[in-house]
């Protein structure tokens, strides 16, 4: 079956600091490729999505670029805010269906 | 527009008790989705609903969960009885019907069994 895998964290950075957050997938066929991110108490937001091979996805400074050929959508964003502290989770979804969520990795940005 | 509402936030129950939560879609959501979120890891998809018929249940435990959406709007989704291993936040989603559509998420339940 479908499956994600992310990059463990906590991850902790210095605001201003380059964020890299590993995201690879296994599936069949062509999925789509997300990033939700969950601030603390409160559900997930959608951060960007790719639908196919080479799509990059954009949002708020985070981008992510979906590469078919290293099944992967790493985040990425130049400079971090400490209000970027969150959980952030990769995912992906065949057509109109559920999404298969990664684990989630925890980011705090220190002033 | 309004988002997705879930009640309660947050509810304590004891083990063997039975709970209900509640959601309501975005209005003009056809699918509505169920996910349960066990601390530290990604959300499960417990449910899914297309208007009021059910899409894919194959990994909601049938023996003490159940959930309907009669009338193709707001959701309920049971737990009786209720195990230890029954903590988690309870997420609902809704989305527009059609590929490739975002799922937007409510702020969930939080379930704790003691």
């Known amino acids: 079956g479908d499956s994600v895998t992310q990059m463990e964290g906590p991850v902790t950075l210095s605001e201003e600091a380059f964020l890299t957050i590993n995201c690879t997938y296994t599936?069949?066929?062509?999925?789509?490729l997300f990033w939700y991110v969950q601030y603390p108490g409160e559900g997930l937001q959608l951060l960007l999505k790719a639908t196919k091979a080479d799509d990059k996805g954009s949002n708020k400074g985070f981008e992510a670029t979906y590469r078919k050929e290293t099944t992967s959508f790493h985040l990425e964003k130049g400079s971090v805010q400490v209000s970027d502290s969150a959980v952030y989770f990769c995912?992906?979804?065949?057509?109109?269906?559920?999404?298969?969520f990664g684990s989630g990795t925890q980011l705090t940005v220190l002033p | 527009e309004a988002g997705v509402a879930q009640s309660p936030r947050y509810k304590i129950i004891e083990k063997r008790q039975s709970v209900a939560f509640w959601c309501n879609p975005i209005?003009?959501?056809?699918?509505l989705y169920w996910y349960q979120q066990i601390l530290g890891q990604g959300p499960k998809l417990l449910i899914q609903?297309?208007?009021?018929?059910?899409?894919?249940d194959s990994q909601l435990p049938k023996d003490r969960f159940s959930a309907e959406r009669l009338k193709g709007v707001d959701s309920t989704l049971k737990i009786q009885p209720a195990k230890l291993e029954d903590s988690a936040v309870y997420l609902c989603?809704?989305?527009?019907?059609?590929?490739?559509?975002?799922?937007?998420f409510g702020d969930g339940t939080r379930l704790s069994i003691l």
């Open positions: 989603a809704s989305s527009l019907e059609g590929y490739n559509q975002p799922q937007h």
């Open positions: 209005s003009g959501h056809a699918t």
């Open positions: 599936a069949t066929g062509y999925p789509s």
């Open positions: 995912a992906l979804t065949h057509a109109a269906r559920q999404l298969t």
């Open positions: 609903f297309q208007n009021n018929g059910v899409v894919d």
